[in-house]
């Protein structure tokens, strides 16, 4: 992180916002979707919340600003389904968000063609929202912005034509953090995040935000057997985010919404980002770029490393 | 009794009662967070910042084992917790927010069956609160009928002073007991003025109405409106000071474990799910619906309170921006028919 | 009936399974008996109260008491093994121990009833809440006028308590109609065949001094009470009991409430009048 924190330019964001605003508008003129899940401002000062919007009238709610931190594709996978799926759905998407709707598809839980995507250029926004009234810089910024590969999503239905100011060089926090933890001993590993995991209490924030976990009913809300002790304590809490890291590796592609949301601060992409980054090392695999048909850890190939095999 | 303590002395105290085997609960930072937890010294303590978690862990932990048992053969044994074992317990430094909702707890701890894992913990716990000196706009404890300087639930209360110190004033005879047993570090106030309290974020509602409003609107489109960005966690309900709702499970091996109360939440689905696979709450407005009713009417109806003391963590926390207190105001400025 | 003061309102109390009975493919009835001899000689209830049972591993399950209050040094209870619990509890021998917490609720006015005639409307699993009155009116025989059961469930097979519908039956000071399903009925079948509502209708019990209490699956009772109403019932006349998920059954863990009424404390003991009143959450 550096010592001193630099303000970063959001100004395009005023831009994206109007632009975000008249094409919600047109699509409802002409019919287009039935929907949008977009950001609409909130009461406290600076905050924006989830919206969705079914008619061209409201389209004057939406924005766009560095308080826009929710990945909307949650709205969209089969456990959250209270959202109006009779047609075509506009949802507005961050880069990040996108590589969420990436993978969905490549697990056949959306179709392409039943959304309209509104793809933000996007310089950064705010790691917590605690306080929304916080401007935007180098050290309150998300630190999946720091190393955000995608500032400008490609393959969108629409784009604001805003030019992207010359991002800032930023140190990668989770490179830097998870370089930390390899260099500990495994004990000292293990203390780490037993302290960290004791800290959670088992409000499955993390869970409910995760675009990926869809599944009909999560292992750890079913007791037949139960696999996983439901009270707060370490047992459970080490077995819940064990069973949600593996789960998610390989589909994970870093909105980083379960940190985010953590109540307790638990450093949960920590854990996603180290799982992408033997995934990158093992099989050169990179989530949320292609629509795959299978992630490596669902398929098998001579060319897998063996090595785990004593 | 109005007396006055330094913020060393403060800190002797803390350390005196420590030492003495007391257990001194605290703001300290844990693993990078603020909560309410044990300290080990005094300095520890820090006081600037609202804990994530409210004070009432102190009395309602997170998880607690409320039994155990042992089978052997057809036999089983039970091994009961002694309430007694709950050790004498002072709370320093709880926000007035967090102070108030003890009382609140109070009521459905001790209506009927008597909780003693609460209720012992509530007689051996002295609170001293603290007067707010900064205020988010997400607090909104003026909302709801409280203030910066609300001193319900607090046996003694402490208000920040100008050049140092505080005014502390004892209500209760807990509160009194404490000035009593270590009156070498209070002195008699001077006239040092206190320090400007949090301005106010909110406007006071009218709690009433919003009751009224709620008695006649089980049904209505506000729920769905609401809810539809809900995505069902129990953050709000687990950093509220006055959520309540918990769960009973066992936890351990066929020979041998324990039985467990810990905290629950109606956002879950399974909060209310029947095993036969019926659910009167089956959908997320049902659940958000049940939150605000059991805050604002049904505890009310019940117990005469309100469960919201305008802390506004769950408002700080929510993962999609859902707003309690925009949505109680919302209420109150709705026309009653 | 558990001390109110002081003590754990969490610890339950040992039991030890006296008799397995199985009534259908899944539904069993266990007789419990209190371990501690000074409980098992002061232990009493009312009908309509319930209980956390603990399978002691797997946690606890809330069903009502299905014995009658009269018939004292036992109680028994009556389930489906559909959770983790109830599998567990069906795993139990007799010998086995068992955890009992309770009684909790409210119960039947029954002093309210005596004098009256008696209807009683069920189906299917939910016989057990009804049984513990049946038993507890038939000892107390003369304090009530006619007592008749309007029973039914899905086939022959899913009827409960088979073994007291035939003494029931053979009992001249009991009118009992039981009843299957259309397509429930095998060859031997010696009951009406039809839904619980509709030979309620035709069954036509008199409302005159009469006191119904209908317990069942949520569509037989819509379409029970209309049925009560057009042989005129009054809603004060009605009575029936809610089950919802509990988890202490103190009025604390704030799971079982339907608006503000708490089914562990207000009920689950409710006339259909106050059931009307009630917001639709059950």
Known sequence: MPLTSQPIDTSIYTTITAAIRSEASRLFTAGEVVAIIGYAAARRVGSAQPIIITNAADAEKLIFTHACVNNLAVYLTKAKKEIPKTGKIGVVVKGCDLKALVGLMGESQLKREDLYLIGIPCNGVLGSTVQPATALTTESIASKCCDCNSHLPTGCDFVPNVALPPGLQMESRYSVEIARLEALTPAERWAYWKEQFAKCIKCYACRQVCPFCFCEQCLCDRNKPQMVDTTPRPAGNTAWHIVRAMHLAGRCAGCAECERVCPMDIPLNLLNRKMAKELKELYDYEAGFEVNDKGPLTMFTEKDDQSFIK | MQKYISEQNLNTLIDTLIAAGTRVVAPRMSAGIPLYEPLENSAEMIIDQLPRRSAKEAFFPVCEEIMSYEKEGQQVKINDVDPSRFPETVLVGVRPCDAAAIPVLDAVFSWDYKDEFFLERRRKTTIIGLACTAADDACFCTAVGLSPAETRGSDLFLTPLNGGGYACQSYSEKGEALITTNSNLFSELNNAAPLPLAAPQADKIDLKKVKSWLDGHFEDPLWDGIAVRCVGCGACAFVCPACHCFDIVDEGTEKAGKRRKSWDACGFWKFTHHASGHNPRDLQPKRYRNRIMHKFKYYDDKFGQTLCTGCGRCVRICPVGIDIAAIVEEISNKEIS | ?282
């Open chain 3, 1 to 282: 009936m558990c001390d109110t003061t002081n003590t754990n309102i969490y610890l339950p109390y040992l039991t030890t399974v006296a008799e397995v009975i199985d009534e259908t493919p899944d539904v069993r009835t266990l007789r419990l008996v209190f371990q501690d001899e000074q409980i098992r000689n002061t232990f009493s209830f009312r009908a309509g109260q319930f209980a956390e049972y603990s399978a002691f591993g797997a946690g606890e399950a809330t069903f009502c008491i299905a014995s009658s209050p009269t018939r004292r040094g036992y109680i028994e209870c009556s389930f489906r093994s559909v959770g983790r619990v109830t599998e567990e509890l069906r795993r139990l021998e007799v010998g086995d121990s068992m955890g009992f917490r309770g009684p909790y609720g409210n119960s039947y006015p029954i002093e309210e009833f005596y004098g009256k005639n008696m209807v009683f409307v069920a189906g299917g699993i939910a016989l057990p809440p009804l049984r513990t009155l049946i038993w507890n009116c038939l000892d107390l025989r003369d304090k009530f006028g006619d007592i008749t059961i309007v029973y039914g469930a899905r086939a022959e097979a899913d009827l409960v308590y088979k073994r007291e519908l035939q003494e029931w039956q053979e009992r001249a000071d009991v009118r009992l109609v039981k009843t299957v399903d259309p397509g429930g009925n095998g060859p031997e079948w010696d009951g009406k065949v039809g839904f619980v509502p509709t030979i309620l209708e035709e069954t036509a019990p008199s409302a005159e001094n009469t006191i119904a209490l209908v317990c069942g699956p949520p569509i037989m009772i819509k379409f029970t009470l209309p049925v009560l109403e057009k042989l005129g019932f009054s809603d004060e006349q009605v009575y029936t009991t809610l089950e919802n998920r509990m988890k202490c059954g103190l009025g604390k863990c704030g799971r079982c409430n339907v608006g503000n009424v708490y089914v562990c404390k207000d009920g689950p003991v409710f006339t259909a009048k106050q059931i009307k009143a009630m917001p639709m959450e059950f």
